[in-house]
């Protein structure tokens, strides 16, 4: 079945540093990529999405390439701030009658 | 996009009782998710709520613990019956995007803890 892989976490960071967050996927056909942050005590938010192979998705200086070659949607920021200290969601989803799929989570903490 | 509340944002219950939770969208939607994120974790789909008809209940989740009603296209509830604090959770309502494209969006969550 269809699955989303991402890297454990936490991962500590100082400011202004580079992130990336890994992401792999499994399924068949191509699914939409997502990928969603939770900041503390708060919902879900949609960061940024692709829909096709080789798509960018970017939104707040964070970016995703939809890599169908390699299956996977990684996540990269520059230059991350404090702010940006939240859990981040992987996910995918095949078409509008599949459920979206969730990786488990990957909490990131920026020090100032 | 679609905005989404959630009442109430936290509670903290006995076990035994009941809590219902209410999602309210700005605007009409076909098909309206629940979803759980116990903590650390992350998200698990409850069940599918579509106006008019029976919820679908994801496997491990039945209706007798977890009541919906959606008696509009704009309104939901979910129902934690009879909880144990092994229902300390972040429940999410999440609705589909109207434009036809693939995204959810989510509610902010009610945080429930059961003593």
């Known amino acids: 079945g269809n699955s989303v892989t991402q890297m454990e976490g936490p991962v500590t960071l100082s400011e202004e540093a580079f992130l990336t967050i890994n992401c792999t996927y499994t399924a068949t056909g191509y699914p939409s990529l997502f990928w969603y942050v939770q900041y503390p005590g708060e919902g879900l938010q949609l960061l940024l999405k692709a829909t096709k192979a080789d798509d960018k998705g970017s939104n707040k200086g964070f970016e995703a390439t939809y890599r169908k070659e390699t299956t996977s949607f990684h996540l990269e920021k520059g230059s991350v701030q404090v702010s940006d200290s939240a859990v981040y969601f992987c996910?995918?989803?095949?078409?509008?009658?599949?459920?979206?799929?969730f990786g488990k989570g990957t909490r990131l903490h920026i020090l100032p | 996009s679609a905005v989404i509340s959630q009442k109430p944002s936290r509670d903290i219950c006995q076990r035994g009782t009941s809590l219902t939770i209410q999602c309210q969208v700005d605007s009409q939607v076909t098909m309206m998710f629940w979803y759980r994120q116990q903590p650390g974790q992350s998200l698990t789909l409850i069940a599918t709520?579509?106006?008019?008809?029976?919820?679908?209940?994801e496997s491990g989740f039945v209706i007798d613990k977890f009541p919906i009603s959606r008696p509009n296209l704009t309104f939901s509830t979910l129902t934690v019956s009879n909880m144990s604090p092994e229902d300390s959770s972040i429940y999410l309502c999440?609705?589909?995007?109207?434009?036809?494209?693939?995204?959810?969006?989510f509610g902010p969550g009610t945080r429930l803890t059961v003593l």
């Open positions: 999440s609705v589909e995007d109207r434009d036809g494209s693939n995204e959810q969006f």
């Open positions: 996910a995918l989803r095949k078409d509008r009658d599949d459920k979206i799929i």
């Open positions: 709520a579509n106006q008019g008809s029976e919820a679908t209940y």
